[in-house]
């Protein structure tokens, strides 16, 4: 199996930055795209940041110019430093990965647990 497991969210002001980080951890043979989305009170799962299995990074367009992402292959951990914080930023991040298992043919869909981001004053 595989686990991701995220860090870093809280309660930050209008302005502020926050990092969060995502590890993965478990059976990991290789990973071919990893990156967070986010999900509002009442409204659907969206994408934030991502790396695709090419290594190409696709932000939505809210966030472009405020938010980054970067990785450590080496950690298999993906980072989403988020700076010029808005409270429409507010909402649970979640981590996603897909990721092919040792000995398997394909790859499988895995979400962390979800990291709750509040921007408030």
């Known amino acids: 199996q595989v686990q991701l497991v995220e860090s870093g969210g809280g309660l930050v002001q209008p302005g502020g930055s926050l990092r969060l980080s995502c590890a993965a951890s478990?059976?990991?043979?290789?990973?071919?795209?990893m990156g967070w989305y986010r999900q509002a009170p009442g409204k659907q799962r969206e994408l934030v940041a991502r790396f695709s299995s090419s290594g190409r990074t696709n932000f939505r367009d809210s966030v472009k110019g405020r938010f980054t992402i970067s990785r450590d292959n080496a950690k298999n951990t993906v980072y989403l430093q988020m700076n010029s914080l808005k409270p429409e930023d507010t909402a649970v991040y979640y981590c996603?990965?897909?990721?092919?298992?040792?000995?398997?043919?394909?790859?499988?869909?895995?979400w962390g647990q979800g990291t709750q981001v509040t921007v408030s004053s």
């Open positions: 478990g059976s990991i043979f290789s990973i071919y795209g």
């Open positions: 996603n990965a897909a990721v092919q298992m040792i000995g398997a043919a394909g790859t499988d869909d895995y």
